[in-house]
């Protein structure tokens, strides 16, 4: 290929670059005044509409970035009085405390395993201190509830009860036969297995203004505060749901599987007073009691839920669960009843998510 070729390619090109060349120069040094003042022109002022818009987003993002701070604050500093009130409680070896959510309009606790270990300790007779909070903060593994004793921070449910059980030499289960524990051990399994999911599930998902009204009566909080907190529970519960079987279920199916639940609790107590007898509670009594008792006593909410209706039209669930919310709670049961009717509407208020 000879020589001239690529001269000739060049040659046509030069003038092009020339060109670009050129304009650009004109464009970054132009030489005329009209035209250095056309390229300095100063850009238009903003209309009033602009200037408010523009004034009301600062406003916005001040606020926003204030209300961040302040909460961060407010976060930071309830995690330290919470560390020094661990360090306080792990100071004083002697005595129990008990971590838990808080109480419920309808329940000793908003959680149901709150709510099963206070009720295993009262049971036995076993002193403790409650202490409420949101915050899992000192916790092995994360969890509420969690204990403090002789310096020991315990959570999980069943690393709980066997040191309860060790430490204080319980036997409320030992007249218990094998038949009968197998029974309680079946029930106790059920129970967390479906119905607590479903609790949650009404609560959180399905109904979620009801979660926003119980919780921000229950923690003192705003209802915006409320909200946010049952949202971001609710995306994390979905999560959880969609990898087990029950998640794949509809609300109609949960209520029929509920509902069967609570049939065979009541088959089992029967004319009794207890699971087992008329006379001794078990610490399966205390499981199925935590479990059931969020539901007793929001028959008014049956519109939202079936499951509502089926504990509060049971007359053996009812005297049940009145029975040992006496005999354990009777400091704190009072409101239970008065529930009914002070909070009948409010969890109606907010439209549902």
């Given at each position: 290929m000879k020589l001239g070729y690529f001269e000739g390619i060049f040659s046509h090109a030069r003038p092009s670059l020339d060109n670009i060349v050129s304009t650009a120069r004109k464009r970054v040094f132009p030489r005329s005044s009209k035209a250095a003042e056309k390229l300095n022109k100063e850009p238009s002022r903003l209309t009033p509409f602009q200037r408010r818009l523009a004034i009301g987003a600062a406003v916005v993002v001040g606020a926003i970035t204030a209300y961040a701070t302040l909460s961060r604050l407010f976060t930071l500093f309830e995690r330290r009085r919470c560390l020094q009130l661990i360090q306080q409680c792990e100071a004083r070896e002697t005595e129990l405390f008990l971590f838990i959510l808080p109480r419920s309009p309808w329940a000793p606790s908003l959680s149901p395993a709150c709510t099963r270990v206070e009720a295993f300790l009262r049971a036995n007779g076993i002193p403790y201190k409650a202490i409420e909070t949101i915050d899992p903060l000192g916790a092995p593994n994360g969890e509420l509830p969690f204990l403090i004793y002789k310096r020991q921070r315990v959570d999980q449910l069943p690393k709980m009860m066997e040191l309860i059980t060790s430490e204080f030499n319980v036997a409320m289960d030992s007249t218990l036969t094998r038949d009968q524990r197998a029974v309680g051990a079946s029930l106790r399994r059920t129970l967390e297995y479906s119905v607590e999911r479903l609790l949650y599930r009404i609560v959180f998902i399905d109904h979620p203004s009801l979660a926003v009204a119980q919780i921000t009566r229950a923690l003192h909080i705003s209802h915006l505060r409320a909200r946010l907190a049952v949202h971001g529970y609710a995306i994390k519960l979905k999560k959880r749901l969609a990898i087990t079987a029950y998640g794949s279920l509809v609300s109609e199916q949960c209520e029929n599987e509920f509902s069967q639940d609570?049939?065979?609790?009541?088959?089992?107590?029967?004319?009794?007073?207890?699971?087992?007898?008329?006379?001794?509670?078990?610490?399966?009594?205390?499981?199925?009691?935590?479990?059931?008792?969020?539901?007793?006593?929001?028959?008014?909410?049956?519109?939202?839920?079936?499951?509502?209706?089926?504990?509060?039209?049971?007359?053996?669930?009812?005297?049940?669960?009145?029975?040992?919310?006496?005999?354990?709670?009777?400091?704190?049961?009072?409101?239970?009843?008065?529930?009914?009717?002070?909070?009948?509407?409010?969890?109606?208020?907010?439209?549902?998510?």
């Open positions: 609570c049939e065979a609790i009541e088959a089992q107590i029967g004319h009794k007073r207890y699971l087992f007898s008329d006379t001794n509670m078990t610490s399966y009594d205390c499981a199925v009691y935590a479990l059931l008792v969020p539901f007793a006593y929001m028959g008014n909410h049956v519109s939202l839920s079936a499951a509502y209706s089926t504990v509060a039209d049971s007359a053996v669930l009812m005297a049940y669960i009145n029975r040992i919310s006496k005999r354990l709670f009777s400091d704190i049961g009072s409101g239970f009843d008065a529930a009914r009717i002070s909070f009948s509407t409010s969890c109606m208020d907010g439209d549902d998510d």
